[in-house]
């Protein structure tokens, strides 16, 4: 049987079944890249979830896999050379979980750097962006008064709507007819966007055209859809 207590995150979500992947997460924006992507791919994995809300990712045990205090994160008891191979960062875990099943990214070098060129876009500017729209309108900045802070993620995010309205306008998904790890990176976002957060009033969501038809796309896949809800919130 495969061995993984050199790893301590198994002392705080023990592994039932040590020989498949052990998944880490909740179900927020960054976290379904992970679930959707292991719901796409169809690899064996175990669920468990880190309740955010009670620090669980501030524990020791936690720290020692992320030390960087974040959702989500996995433990491969089949990583590179057959090893136990643990991995954090949602961008860096769809490239890895691509590449070990070679799907859900090109094979051809200029598409492969073109699907991680989106990736990287999510991660450096959707993320970030919406996220301090959700803090500034949903969240505890909806009490300031000064509303500069809010209104600047706002004009941000509507730009970047406004990109990936672009790429969209020809093309069913973000590479074309190929659903990618891309797609993966930006649906929770731009879906939690104008349903969690409830700012599509404030990004001018009803205006687009492209972005709405891709996220209907995307939701009506099983594996997003399922992906969306794992693990359960507590």
Same mark, same amino acid.
């Given at each position: ?10 002392? =705080?979500?023990p592994a ?5 992947? =052990?998944?880490?997460?909740? #179900?927020? *924006?960054?976290?379904? !890249? @992970? ?18 809300? &009670?620090?669980?990712?501030?524990? *020791? ?7 960087? /205090?974040?959702? %989500?994160a996995i433990?491969? %008891? ?5 090893? *136990?191979?643990?991995?954090? $960062?949602? /961008? ?7 590449? !070990?099943?070679?799907?859900?990214? *090109?094979?051809?070098?200029?598409? +492969? ?14 993320? %970030?962006m919406f /996220? ?14 000064? &509303?500069?802070?809010?209104? +600047?993620?706002?004009?941000?995010? !509507? ?22 790890? @891309? ?14 957060? $409830?700012?599509? $009033? ?9 972005? %709405?038809?891709?996220? $209907?796309?995307?939701?009506?896949? #099983?594996?997003? @859809?399922? /992906? ?7």
């Amino acid at each position: 049987m495969t061995d993984l207590s050199n790893f301590p995150i198994t002392n =705080q979500y023990p592994a039932k079944d040590p020989t498949i992947l =052990q998944y880490y997460g909740l #179900p927020t *924006p960054n976290g379904v !890249k @992970a679930s959707i992507m292991l719901e796409e791919i169809g690899l064996p994995y175990e669920v468990h979830l880190v309740d955010i809300m &009670k620090n669980e990712t501030w524990t *020791p045990d936690y720290l020692s896999l992320n030390p960087n /205090g974040k959702i %989500p994160a996995i433990l491969d %008891p089949d990583g590179p050379g057959g090893k *136990p191979f643990a991995l954090w $960062e949602s /961008g860096a875990i769809l490239v890895y979980l691509a590449d !070990k099943t070679g799907k859900l990214i *090109p094979t051809d070098p200029a598409a +492969r750097y073109e699907t991680l060129q989106w990736v990287f876009w999510q991660m450096a500017s959707v993320g %970030p962006m919406f /996220g301090q729209v959700g803090f500034f309108h949903k969240f505890a900045g909806k009490d300031y008064e000064d &509303k500069r802070p809010r209104d +600047r993620y706002v004009a941000e995010s !509507k730009r970047l709507l406004g990109v990936l309205e672009g790429r969209l306008k020809d093309r069913p998904f973000i590479m074309g007819d190929d659903f990618t790890i @891309a797609d993966i990176s930006l649906i929770g976002w731009v879906n939690n966007l104008v349903t969690f957060y $409830e700012a599509g $009033e404030l990004v001018d969501y009803a205006s687009l055209k492209a972005v %709405p038809a891709w996220v $209907e796309r995307c939701l009506a896949r #099983p594996a997003v @859809a399922r /992906g969306l809800k794992i693990p359960a919130r507590p």
